[in-house]
């Protein structure tokens, strides 16, 4: 069976809701739990090397291709989500420095640091989903496989160059 674009990327946002899950509950259990290490050390896994994957499939494969299938509004849309990844990066150093010293934290810093993030994150793949991912189903055949290609291949090529 053939992945189509909308299942990739929608897979993506499945695993980013789950890491968005998993920095809530770092804000909800306290300090010492046994979870937290286990947790966090996943949350910065995911958000460290994942997440940026995810962000290029979309501003390099997706939203050049999508562009002539969106109205204005839409369009709109797609420049915010865009600034939205700039916002997202400029926080991620934050989130992962937070991450690696999470024994050290109390459930406010924790807070102080996790909501704003998840927050954006959760309502900008809402957004996608809503504005963005229903167009998918304009574009060609053609432009939809090329999609596949390069999200794979990302991935592919991003577990080549990881430290072995």
Known sequence: MTETPFELLMACHARIRRYCGGLQALCEVEPGDPRIEATAQSCHRYFGEAL???AQDEDSSLLPRLEMHLSAPQLEVAKQLTEQHGMLDAQTPGVLQ???QIAGLSLAERRAVFE???TLLLAHIHL???WL?????????????QI???IRARRTQDQQQAPQ
């Open 116 to 118: 704003p993030y998840w």
């Open 133 to 145: 991912f229903p167009s998918i189903s304009k574009m060609s055949q053609e432009e939809r496989g």
């Open 128 to 130: 996608e989903e809503e």
């Open 98 to 100: 937070a991450l690696s």
């Open 52 to 54: 940026h994957l995810h």
């Open 148 to 150: 596949v290609v390069e």
